[in-house]
């Protein structure tokens, strides 16, 4: 049970319950199925359908989507503890790809998996309803961030969420964090250019905010990068268990 | 049960699961605290702590959020049918408003009314997280519609989702429907300007693909329509009943 208790995802479900020996059990039953998956190559294609999700374990990926003349946008990012590919595996096929960004480790989770989870133990089911939840809050952060925010703010706004995310799961604090993520990554999320994104970083550094260099993020002033996103971590609820 | 069976929300779900009496009996109950909402005072603020989800029965509301220097993003519009308010109902305090486009009637749904739901019937449970879910496609919908698509895609992609959404219960078809949107709705939704939008709803009727006048949407030429948002209804997942 102490590997079980230990990983990401215990960790996120605990900001929201208090998980009990067999509902831990039950986490550790969905853990079963680990793989590894490579860099770059997708583990979900947008519309395939009949696709597992996946919780993951170690190291990062994205969830995107295509249009049809080839421009790409990252929807978000996934650490470990999410899940990847909860929003489709009830929807008959998935609406978006996704894509490691180093190699991973992941187990994978079928419809029927959850069904089970919910029929056995409604706190976890809650729980679960709970970490959808909070994704799709950040994304509608990320859709305001396109929709009214400039581009300074955006990219302060990605990477205080980003850090209060890894601080979650015990990968990141006040400090910084390391980061695996390319100016190409930034650009397809933020909708920017790369050649953009530089110099939005370069301005950001420059002005003594943060710093984002070989594969690490220091926030050089927290509290005015705060003030500069307006970033409020409301929509993240890590407060605390609500369930005891 | 007549009444809750011919229900926009018992339609929905019903895309989703084929639903038993006693999953009836259980939706009945959910729908017992029916409130009448005036339009254009918010049913839900921003910012407050436990507040109650509520299931549309009658008129249309949005979700939106307020950046600080007071410009508004329109989330999503909610019509007959589909939740307010369920994704911030298990997060501490609200990300975001609802405010009732024209007089509403909406049943209250408190956090405690979902866990009991979720303890007592895992089919209904795994049917509200694929409204969620769905709910959730529809905003990185958005998010890519505001990152990639140009005014025109983006209009349309709207008002043939719009339609779609309204098709599934039993409110719109392939000819139109009847919509109270004004165009600043329609601006805050889409990242334009009121003007902006006049402009890209008289291309599209002079185009002759889709005629917005007088609370009236007129598909003039769906399949062009179609063609030029690149519209692909997948992730909206109305296809019938996939539990059976």
Chains 1, 2 share one sequence.
């Not at 470990?80 to 909860?86: R, S």
Request: with cysteine; glycine share 6%; proline share 3%.
């Amino acid at each position: 049970m102490n590997v079980i208790e230990n990983s990401p995802f215990t960790k996120k479900l605990s900001a929201f319950a208090t998980l009990s020996e067999d509902e831990l059990a039950v986490l550790e039953r969905l853990h079963q199925r680990r793989r590894t998956f490579a860099a770059g190559s997708d583990l979900v294609h947008q519309g395939q359908p009949e696709q597992a999700a996946y919780i993951l374990a170690a190291g990062w990926a994205c969830s995107y989507k295509i249009q049809q003349e080839g421009t790409r946008q990252i929807v978000d990012f996934q650490i470990p503890g999410d899940f990847l590919g909860l929003r489709s595996v009830l929807l008959r096929t998935s609406d978006h790809s996704i894509e490691p960004i180093v190699e991973i480790e992941a187990a994978e989770v079928l419809a029927d998996d959850l069904l089970e989870v919910f029929a056995s133990t409604p706190r976890l089911a809650a729980a679960i309803l709970w970490a959808a939840s909070r994704d799709e809050a950040m994304v509608v952060e990320h859709l305001v961030g396109l929709g009214r925010r400039d581009a300074d703010a955006r990219m302060a706004h990605f990477l205080l969420e980003l850090g209060a995310r890894l601080a979650l799961v015990g990968m990141g604090s006040k400090a910084g964090y390391t980061c695996p993520l390319t100016q190409y990554h930034l650009a397809d999320a933020l909708g920017l250019t790369a050649v953009h994104v530089n110099r939005v970083l370069r301005q950001l550094r420059e002005a003594g905010l943060v710093t984002f260099r070989d594969g690490q993020v220091t926030f050089d002033n927290f509290d005015r990068l705060v003030a500069l996103a307006e970033f409020d971590p409301g929509y993240l609820d890590q407060a605390g268990p609500i369930l005891k």
